[in-house]
């Protein structure tokens, strides 16, 4: 018997080895798993963060209208793109474009609704999202992202930011909108600040308060 034990020795520290190798690579795993996730967490947090910066338009600021504006008959809005009064069918959709809007649609026999230079203030701004297909999906950190068929939603969202604004000279007077529809090059943002000036151009005029 005696001649075994140094043999069971053997064994039982080859045994007692290979159990240590195996919880070292697990532990390693596991820190490598926790280290991963980490990374991801703070990507998703900067994608995050870069998702929440937005055009500096001020509610306080001044809209000042420096040419007289005519609403189409039966329309409730007059379309700006370059600096220059447009239909919305000639409008370039994949660059920023902007729209006065009407508390009311221009009604037929009634007279002609337009908007008259001077100035209004914001009193909201509003941002939104408007899908114009189906099956798309938004996450927070990462945008938007391809539905279950397989096609890419992001290309039918238009961004929008809207001013709403007063006057107690042009109380039919609405809002300020400023829009333009996502691509697929990932540009999913909303129209910048000097994105709205170059579309309004000399037109219409955005001062800081």
Not at 81 to 89: L, N, P
Not at 176 to 184: F, G, P, W
Request: aromatic fraction near 6%; charge should be positive.
């Amino acid at each position: 018997m005696e001649t075994h034990i140094p043999n069971m020795g053997l064994n039982l520290t080859r045994l007692l080895r290979k159990q240590f190798m195996k919880t070292s690579h697990l532990i390693i795993r596991t820190i490598l798993a926790v280290a991963g996730m980490a990374i991801i967490i703070s990507g998703c947090s900067a994608s995050l963060k870069n998702s929440m910066v937005r055009p500096a338009v001020s509610p306080a600021a001044i809209v000042q209208v420096n040419q007289q504006l005519e609403i189409p008959n039966g329309k409730a809005r007059v379309y700006i793109q370059d600096g220059a009064v447009t239909t919305w069918r000639n409008i370039d959709k994949w660059s920023t474009y902007c729209s006065v809007l009407m508390q009311q649609k221009h009604a037929s026999g009634e007279p002609k609704l337009s908007v008259l230079p001077g100035q209004f203030k914001i009193t909201k701004v509003i941002e939104s999202e408007d899908g114009l297909g189906t099956g798309r999906t938004y996450v927070a950190s990462l945008g938007w992202i391809i539905d279950a068929k397989g096609y890419d939603r992001s290309v039918h969202v238009i961004f929008g930011v809207e001013m709403r604004l007063s006057s107690a000279d042009q109380p039919g007077v609405r809002a300020l909108i400023c829009e333009k529809r996502a691509d697929n090059l990932g540009h999913y943002n909303y129209p910048t600040l000097a994105e709205i000036k170059t579309a309004l151009g000399d037109t219409i005029e955005i001062k800081s308060p």
